[in-house]
């Protein structure tokens, strides 16, 4: 079997370069590291598969001339082996041992032996995993259904690697959700000038680790939109790559890009490239290939191939959403706000959101939902500015500020979607909190656990926030002169207590109050949400 046959010819430069770096005198494999070009073997394939393969070469670099034959036919065994596990494509251990075999003359036998003899280990793999299972039954010829699994002892820890340290991890989806408008497309444009770039994250979260960024959009224009944010941005516009479209099955025409069926056309093209760092996906419910989105099995039968690929790849990726629409003080947590089904949420890895703050219409908060692979960030506010990229062409981008903000993402996103009071005025979610606390007090002094419990029911504190810590509750405490006070002694039998200062006067509108809309007032002046009037 001439593999020669079956490929490209490889051109005589190539085959020079190729034989000097795996001939180099005084350390073979280092010249062979060198000088691969494209992504390394680890970020391709794992470092496992990886180690194989460099023990492979370097094994019969560094044998004894009068053994090496005997060490390749050992590597190629071993190749063999990776293959079958699933570990090395079949196509990589041919091209390896025919580049082992080229850097070493052949070992001096004939080409075609030498060949022939790969195309023997490649024709055992194709056919082994047949050989190992139970022969399939007369008539049939597809092969029985089994499970991949790997031994435990034979995998090495890998070390998780960030793309934004403490945010968006190297092979893992990230949500990034949120009400439309409020700037996530500006985010994204922002992350890739970021990687494209390798430039500094906000708020000194560490540098990005340079490399090319795919980047699909599906409600934005390419030329009016996308670039000028990209060029707001700062990004290195070499490394971003758009996507617009794949072609029809018969690769004629265009389709919209479908996770469920070109997902192995992202792969190629990312193989491609080589250094791709980062995939945006925006919004991701714009290619799910006509699934709605809301069952969790066809869920996650579409999101399985993008998250494998990403891991296989070490790609981050990002896919946007939206939110879905909850009202303020109601007790839906923000994760569970993530539009579409709960699949989405389960299979990112991390998840955020970005949130109006309450108190300003101009400034956003980003903050995290979800982390299961780091350590809860602390959230990040920024701003949207316009500016010139071009001959009359403007374009929003993202401004951090350049401190950390402590908010709760629970408390953000009710006290923003409740800032707007039953007359149209706008309500601070200070306003919000000094409400209630006017409300809860009103009967006399009150434990702060208790208040605690209650603020956390009404959506207005976060799970795990003590209300001494809530910014909203500080100021409507000061605001109302509330003085703790200690309660039963010293140690575990006291407790804090708040109540209100003598002639403190009850909200105009108490916190649970209905409004005249909402129900009938009696003779009495009584207002009520269901009995007819006496």
């Known amino acids: 079997m001439n593999l020669h046959q079956a490929r490209t010819p490889l051109t005589a430069d190539e085959l020079k370069r190729r034989a000097a770096a795996l001939t180099a005198v005084q350390h073979p494999m280092d010249g062979i590291e060198a000088d691969r070009s494209g992504p390394s073997d680890e970020r391709q394939f794992g470092p496992t598969a990886a180690k194989v393969l460099r023990d492979a070469m370097r094994g019969v670099a560094l044998a004894p001339q009068e053994t090496k034959f005997d060490v390749f036919k050992e590597a190629a065994a071993t190749l063999a082996d990776a293959v079958v596990s699933q570990w090395v494509p079949k196509s990589v251990m041919v091209d ?6 080229l850097a070493h003359s052949y070992f001096g036998r004939d080409r075609q032996d030498i060949e022939d003899l790969i195309g023997k280990y490649a024709a055992e793999v194709s056919t082994s ?3 190992e299972l139970p022969a399939p039954s007369s008539g049939s010829e597809k092969a029985k259904r089994r499970l991949i699994s790997h031994r435990a002892s034979d995998l090495e820890p890998e070390k998780l690697v960030w793309v934004w340290p403490g945010r968006i991890p190297e092979g893992k989806l990230v949500l990034l959700g949120g009400p439309p408008g409020l700037g996530k497309s500006q985010l994204t444009a922002f992350m890739s000038a970021t990687v494209s770039n390798g430039s500094h994250w906000p708020c000194g979260e560490g540098f990005a680790p ?4 795919i980047f699909m959009s599906a409600e934005d224009g390419v030329q009016d939109t996308i670039i000028p944010r990209l060029m707001a941005a700062g990004a290195d516009r070499d490394r971003v790559h758009i996507v617009s479209a794949a072609t029809k099955p018969d690769g004629t025409g265009r389709k919209t890009f479908s996770l469920k069926t070109d997902v192995d056309l992202l792969e190629e093209m990312a193989k491609q490239i080589g250094t791709v760092r980062l995939i945006i996906v925006d919004p991701i419910s714009a290619y799910m290939g006509g699934s709605d989105g809301n069952g969790n099995v ?8 993008l998250a494998d690929m990403a891991n296989r790849l070490r790609i981050a990726v990002v896919a946007v959403t939206h939110l879905n629409k909850g009202g303020g003080g109601g007790n839906q947590s923000a994760l569970n706000r993530f539009a579409g089904s709960i699949a989405f949420v389960a299979a990112a890895r991390a998840a955020f959101a970005v949130i109006e703050d309450p108190e300003d219409d101009e400034r956003r908060f980003l903050l995290q939902a979800k982390n299961n692979l780091g350590k809860k960030c602390k959230g990040l506010a920024f701003r949207l500015e316009q500016r010139l990229v071009g001959d009359d062409v ?4 993202v401004m951090f500020e350049g401190d950390h903000i402590n908010e709760s993402i629970d408390e953000a996103l009710s ?11 706008r309500r601070t979610s200070k306003d919000e909190a000094a409400d209630f606390l006017a409300q809860v007090l009103a009967g006399g002094e009150t434990a702060v656990l208790q208040i605690e419990a209650e603020a956390r029911s009404a959506g ?8 001494s810590q809530n910014k909203s509750f500080r100021s409507a405490r000061d605001m109302l002169g509330i003085k703790p006070e200690r309660r039963g002694g010293t140690g575990a039998s006291g407790q804090w207590v708040w109540k ?3 002639g403190a006067k009850m909200p105009s509108e108490p916190y649970d109050a209905l409004s005249p809309g909402e129900g009938i007032i009696d003779q009495k002046g009584h207002l009520s949400s269901t009995g007819a009037a006496a």
């Open 129 to 131: 995993v047949a050989v």
């Open 460 to 467: 207005l504190l976060g799970p795990d926030q003590p209300i």
């Open 415 to 425: 006290a923003s979607e409740g800032k707007k009071g039953g007359n149209g005025d």
């Open 210 to 213: 340079k490399g090319d960024v």
């Open 500 to 502: 209100l200062p003598v």
């Open 96 to 101: 390896r041992l025919d580049e082992m075999a």
């Open 298 to 305: 066809e869920t996650r039968e579409v999101l399985e191939p």
């Open 394 to 397: 403007m374009s929003s981008n």
